[in-house]
């Protein structure tokens, strides 16, 4: 680190703060440092030095000071609305989920609907996650990097509870010895560890088949497609029932999470009809799109506002955000004051050689 300590004779140290968090100022520091990398980069006192500063009358920085503290404030308070409309909204999601699987989204459903039911006396059932497989799970494989190898997922492949079949490599294999990790539609892919406990177990499903590997970071859930409705698993696996068995068994090892199979297919899993898995899937696909529309805006919302506090530092050391007051001491008068006191010893003698610019 840097000390700057600034000349409170000369400049507010509040204004100068502010200079230095305004983008342009920011731009002009990176184009300064030196280096091939973004650890090895570097800020030198020679290079620093020659920052120009925009410096205008003393009562006017503390006028700039006082109305960028106050139209902050009201951004402070904007966004903090945005940010908490946001989060009502993600736990109305999970609210939706909560009810999607204790019956309670559909219970209109199932009374305009008993034909669709089935034979069973209860619509609802505890099970397990082996109970809903074609197979055992699987672990994908490790492979090296080599162009024309066949193709193999990459881990950024599980996007918002699908698989997106163009995030791929080309591995050091062929298609031989990928034939027991190619996916296939229907499959459920998740990822095996993730230094955040929030990330680890998350996954999609694989729309259609595809002459593509899945890899060893992931682990494949081959779901039966007669028991369980591909898109209604994606809802249950990322419901609060599920997370909590996810991240209660859990293991850490060198600041990764990680799950294993024989614990992941152990987890219970509530399960009605696939007519009425598909109601639900329709009532969430609905209640979502709304959702992350009002999400989309609220983003949007906190970009403009970003970009506002952007524009209130430009004008601000361009002149434009408060009045200048002509009979405010000019800073050339001032600093030509200033070095005149120092020079004849009626001001505090300072060591500090004066920084170019200003």
Avoid at 96 to 111: H, S
Avoid at 184 to 198: A, E, V
Wanted: charged share 30%; net charge positive; with cysteine.
């Amino acid at each position: 680190m840097y000390q700057l300590r600034a000349d409170p004779e000369i400049i507010d140290r509040s204004l100068l703060e502010l200079f230095l968090r305004e983008p342009e100022t920011q731009k002009r520091i990176d184009e300064m440092k030196t280096g091939i990398s973004d650890s090895g980069l570097n800020l030198t006192h020679s290079r620093f030095a020659t920052l120009i500063v925009p410096l205008p009358p003393l009562a006017e920085q503390k006028r700039i000071v006082s109305k960028i503290e106050e139209l902050f404030s009201e951004l402070d308070a904007g966004e903090e609305s945005l940010r908490r409309a946001r989060r009502q909204l993600g736990v109305y999601r999970q609210s939706l989920l909560k009810q999607a699987f204790e019956g309670k989204l559909t219970e209109a459903w199932r009374k305009q609907n008993p034909d669709l039911l089935g034979s069973r006396a209860a619509p609802w059932r505890d099970v397990v996650v082996s109970d809903v497989l074609t197979s055992k799970p699987t672990n994908g494989r490790s492979v090296k990097d080599r162009t024309g190898g066949f193709k193999v997922l990459r881990l950024t492949a599980l996007k918002n509870g699908k698989i997106d079949l163009h995030e791929y490599k080309e591995g050091d294999w062929e298609a031989s010895d990928a034939a027991n990790h190619v996916v296939r539609k229907g499959d459920f892919l998740l990822s095996r560890g993730n230094g955040s406990i929030k990330l680890v177990g998350r996954g999609g499903v694989v729309l259609e088949n595809a002459d593509i590997a899945f890899p060893d970071t992931m682990i494949r859930l081959p779901l039966d497609l007669e028991q369980v409705d591909a898109p209604f698993f994606v809802y249950l696996w990322n419901s609060e029932q599920v997370r909590r068995q996810i991240e209660n068994s859990a293991r850490t090892t060198a600041g990764i999470y990680k799950i294993n199979q024989s614990l992941l297919t152990r987890y219970r899993l509530p399960l009605c009809s696939l007519p009425e898995q598909r109601e639900i899937v329709r009532l969430l696909d609905e209640q979502f799109t709304v959702i992350e529309q009002n999400e989309r805006e609220l983003d949007a919302a906190l970009k403009r506002s970003v970009a506002l506090r952007q524009s209130i530092l430009k004008k601000a050391f361009t002149g434009q955000l408060v009045s200048q007051d002509p009979t405010d001491e000019p800073a050339s008068e001032l600093l030509e004051r200033i070095r005149k006191e120092r020079a004849q010893g009626t001001a505090k003698p300072t060591k500090t050689k004066q920084p170019r610019g200003l």
